[in-house]
């Protein structure tokens, strides 16, 4: 009988650049990347330094099908993406997907750009995987595989992103980030993508009191989410790419303080695997 289950697991949950150290242990160093499951179906979301143990695992399952979506294509978002080992494995077919760029760059361009010298020792030709690149923009539905539906939203990022609403199966994921906020407002966007949502995760790189150095940075904090989530009745809240200097003390602070105004509220660590529902 196939596993129905409908659920992610994070592999990267930092934001900006990979950190470790004794400070870094619980909540992990690793940058965004996120596996989604429909059922037999992987979706993997960015392509972190986290999206390296991604690939290993997925190697052990024997899959030979993963679709693979951008957000968008800052540094911390695809640096992990060579060293993606089911890229280099024959028996597997590999599709990926972005937006943010629609007009001015391909998802092939982009990652053809990105695995090549001067950047990458190699380039895309060495992969052995069966590699295909597909396009959309912002506002189209994806239908990867039957049964699921993806809603795609632009939202505010310097340089562009891509926020993805995943349904299957009658329930929602919502990944909102990277986006950054106006003082004082609702972002339609972000209540458009999360209403009614199961799960959202939601970027909270900032604080309140930090986003006053950090306005135009493009993120978020803790305390917006919590506001979105009341306002679109969405259900769990997961606080996603945290910053890099963000200690485990600080980290677990913060999460007792988003708890305390939303109680169903997490934050997310290296390896942590939520269920949809």
């Excluded at 951008?70 to 060293?83: A, M, N, R, S, V």
């Excluded at 053809?112 to 380039?123: D, G, M, Q």
């Excluded at 950090?214 to 679109?232: D, I, N, P």
């Amino acid at each position: 009988m196939t596993d129905q289950r409908f659920y992610v697991k994070f592999w990267g949950t930092r934001g900006s650049i990979p950190v470790s150290g004794d400070d870094f242990v619980r909540y992990g160093g690793n940058t965004p990347c996120l596996e989604v499951r429909c059922g037999e179906h992987i979706l993997i979301f960015d392509a972190g330094s986290g999206i390296m143990g991604a690939g290993q695992s997925l190697l052990g399952q024997s899959v030979d099908d993963i679709n693979v979506f951008f957000t968008h294509c800052h540094y911390d978002h695809i640096i992990g993406l060579p060293f993606f080992k089911p890229i280099y494995n024959p028996a597997i077919t590999v599709t990926f997907w972005s937006g943010h760029l629609c007009g001015a760059m391909t998802t092939g361009e982009m990652i053809k750009k990105f695995i090549s010298p001067p950047f990458f020792p190699i380039n895309v030709e060495i992969c052995n995987a069966t590699l295909r690149f597909s396009d959309f923009r912002a506002g189209e539905i994806i239908t990867p595989k039957p049964g699921i539906v993806i809603k795609t939203f632009a939202l505010n990022h310097p340089g562009g992103c891509i926020g993805y609403r995943v349904e299957w199966e009658g329930k929602a994921l919502a990944l909102v980030f990277d986006i950054e906020h106006e003082p004082g407002k609702l972002d339609p966007t972000a209540l458009a993508l999360m209403e009614g949502a199961d799960v959202v995760v939601y970027d909270s790189a900032f604080t309140e009191a930090e986003m006053q150095r950090y306005r135009g940075f493009g993120h978020s904090t803790w305390e917006q989410g919590v506001k979105l989530m009341q306002a679109a009745d969405a259900k769990k809240l997961v606080l996603f790419h945290h910053s890099p200097t963000r200690t485990d003390g600080e980290m677990a602070l913060l999460e007792r303080l988003a708890q305390e105004a939303f109680p169903n509220t997490v934050a997310a660590f290296d390896g942590m695997v939520l269920d949809i529902r």
